[in-house]
């Protein structure tokens, strides 16, 4: 066998026919990837409405918290005050504006979970569940 000096066999080209040709692009479309589709809200939440129905609920809340005279009526009346906030965001949310929904539920999840605490910390020193 004749050895060519420069070169190693894979090195040669491959004979005519071996590789296939690419096909030619298509015609009428922007050369490179297809543009990346643009997903938008239909009613887009803005801080607007997000503050106000926070403001709303906060208010909403210490009126509520305010009727308690102990722990006891504190926690019953906030969980009274969350379970009415959240209808309200879910009939704004379906009738009405979206964004003052979410900030309804939010600060509502806040005002509970504050109330929790509270309730949760009573339960921890005291050994008795407060609630009852």
Same mark, same amino acid.
Request: aromatic letters at 12%; a negative charge; zero cysteines.
């Given at each position: 066998? +004749?050895?060519q000096h420069g070169s190693w066999p894979g090195a040669a080209q491959p004979p005519v026919g071996w590789l296939p040709g690419r096909p030619p692009p298509p015609r009428g479309l922007p050369p490179g990837p297809p543009p990346r589709p643009v997903y938008r809200e239909p009613h887009p939440v803005g801080a607007?409405?997000?503050l +106000?129905?926070?403001g709303a609920t906060? /208010?909403?809340f210490t009126l509520f918290g305010s009727l308690g005279r102990d722990l006891?009526?504190?926690a019953w009346w906030t969980i009274a005050a969350a379970i009415s906030a959240w209808a309200v +965001? /879910? /009939?704004l949310a379906v009738l009405g504006d979206r964004g003052a929904a979410t900030g309804v539920a939010l600060t509502g999840a806040v005002g509970l979970s504050i109330a929790a605490g509270v309730v949760a910390v009573r339960w921890i020193t005291t050994s008795d569940w407060p609630l009852w």
């Open positions: 066998m +004749a050895e607007g409405p997000l +106000a129905g926070a906060l /208010v909403w006891l009526s504190y +965001a /879910v /009939v």
